[in-house]
């Protein structure tokens, strides 16, 4: 089992900057992928970026490349999600999730077997 805390949510205006932590536990070393998810009110939950835990290897919706960056500290067995320029369409609860497999695509949710708790992020105008 893994077990995963988000933390780092809040209130921003446009163009502000949050930074998300995810702090994995448990049986940490057989999560291959790791990836960051948010849902808005009304709206599917969509895949904001993943990270291969390996290699290192990213990936990001279209929606926020160059503004968000996925990273990863293994020592800390923390997933960072740093996120600049944010706009009022990125309010939403933001969760972490973990994947102990090789996945077909890296922003389907069901293919993630842990999830987190969520952070909620709000952007006002």
């Known amino acids: 089992q893994v077990q995963l805390v988000e933390s780092g949510g809040g209130s921003v205006q446009a163009g502000g900057s949050l930074r998300l932590s995810c702090a994995a536990s448990?049986?940490?070393?057989?999560?291959?992928?790791m990836g960051w998810f948010r849902q808005a009110a009304g709206k599917d939950r969509e895949g904001v970026a993943a990270?291969?835990?390996?290699?290192?290897?990213?990936v990001y919706a279209d929606s926020v490349k160059g503004r968000f960056t996925i990273s990863q500290d293994n020592a800390k067995n923390t997933l960072y999600l740093q996120m600049n320029g944010l706009k009022p369409e990125d309010t939403a609860m933001y969760y972490c999730?973990?994947?102990?497999?090789?996945?077909?695509?890296?922003?389907?949710?069901?293919?993630?077997?842990?999830w987190g708790q969520g952070t909620q992020v709000t952007v006002s105008v």
């Open positions: 448990g049986y940490t070393h057989s999560i291959k992928w």
């Open positions: 990270i291969y835990r390996s290699t290192g290897i990213t």
């Open positions: 999730a973990a994947a102990p497999d090789l996945l077909s695509r890296w922003s389907a949710g069901n293919e993630y077997k842990y």
